[in-house]
């Protein structure tokens, strides 16, 4: 066990000497004289607000996905619609289903206090989606620093970037290419569904009328899909949810990808990465299922490349007193 490990942090440093190299003006001490306390304050509140709810962790990370996949990291997300303004909350991805906006509120606030006007909402998202997967039993990364805020938002670019839960496999890649990722980045940020919850409304028409067909998804094991039936009835609560990962529902691991090779998988965006017929998806699906040290580094890099896609950095953006809004002039 030991030798594992040793071997991941190894690898783990090597890669993140690559990605400093590639992401010169990110970098992990970015707060080290301006706000030495961050990680210790961003960290107390989620281990917090994760106390109090298990499924905030996963709803974290999710901001911070999120975030990243509309125009970049850039904290757009967390923007409040306002008369004048619409922001990405409303957007059908995002939409009564996003969370933990309190939470990154509560970090602000905290980190106002302590150093005024110094650390963008960006950067929160992406140190509490890291304190997050690791209160799980996740692995750890260091998070590279030095995002600043947008001043806009898109609820149109939301819409249309962020993966859904209905998307085929060709539809999953190109929208996790146009971000510069590759597949294995999906497949291995896929696998964050090894924790958290999702609502009825995300996958009920895989229970009853998948595809106009009249007829369940063909490729829900039986007995998971009665279950799924039971928790989601046909005019029930769209809003109920059920786990993403009905073994270890809390915690972070790799039963995500096992629960794929049983027909298991609770969104048919997860399913289609092992039931698409001969897709490039298959053998990964089937190594991270096998090797749960393999899947840990492999997202803790892939997390690290998701992080840096189109960061503001420099004097764009600014960085925001309140998360919620754009600071006036």
Not at 142 to 153: I, K, M, N, Q, Y
Not at 266 to 290: F, G, K, M, R
């Amino acid at each position: 066990m030991g030798d594992k490990i040793s071997d991941l942090a190894t690898a783990g440093f090597i890669m993140l000497v690559f990605v400093l190299s590639a992401s010169a003006q990110l970098t992990y001490d970015f707060y080290q004289k301006s706000c030495p306390n961050v990680f210790s304050i961003v960290g107390s509140v989620v281990q917090n607000a994760v106390k109090n709810e298990t499924r905030m962790a996963a709803s974290l990370l999710r901001l911070h996905f999120h975030d990243c996949f509309v125009n970049g990291c850039d904290g757009s997300v967390l923007l409040d619609d306002t008369a004048t303004f619409t922001g990405e909350k409303n957007a059908f991805p995002n939409a009564g289903s996003l969370r933990g906006f309190n939470v990154v509120d509560d970090i602000k606030t905290a980190l106002e206090r302590e150093c005024n006007g110094t650390v963008s909402c960006a950067d929160i998202l992406a140190i509490a989606a890291r304190d997050s997967v690791m209160l799980a039993g996740g692995p750890s990364w260091w998070v590279l620093l030095g995002r600043r805020d947008s001043t806009t938002a898109s609820q149109a670019a939301a819409n249309q970037n962020i993966p859904a839960p209905t998307d085929s496999l060709s539809t999953l890649i190109s929208k996790f290419q146009a971000v510069g990722l590759s597949v294995q980045d999906m497949v291995t940020l896929s696998g964050a569904h090894t924790f958290g919850r999702a609502r009825c409304t995300s996958f009920s028409t895989r229970l009853y009328n998948f595809n106009s067909t009249g007829q369940p998804d063909s490729t829900l094991q039986q007995s998971y899909l009665s279950t799924l039936q039971s928790t989601c009835p046909q005019g029930g609560d769209p809003n109920a949810v059920a786990p993403l990962d009905i073994i270890t529902p809390n915690y972070f691991d790799n039963c995500y990808f096992r629960l794929l090779q049983t027909n298991k998988g609770l969104l048919q965006s997860d399913q289609e990465l092992y039931s698409t017929p001969n897709a490039s998806t298959i053998p990964l699906v089937n190594n991270y299922a096998a090797n749960w040290y393999k899947f840990l580094n492999d997202f803790r890099s892939s997390m690290l490349k998701m992080g840096n896609i189109s960061s503001l950095t420099g004097t764009s953006g600014q960085i925001r007193r309140n998360c919620r809004v754009v600071n006036s002039a």
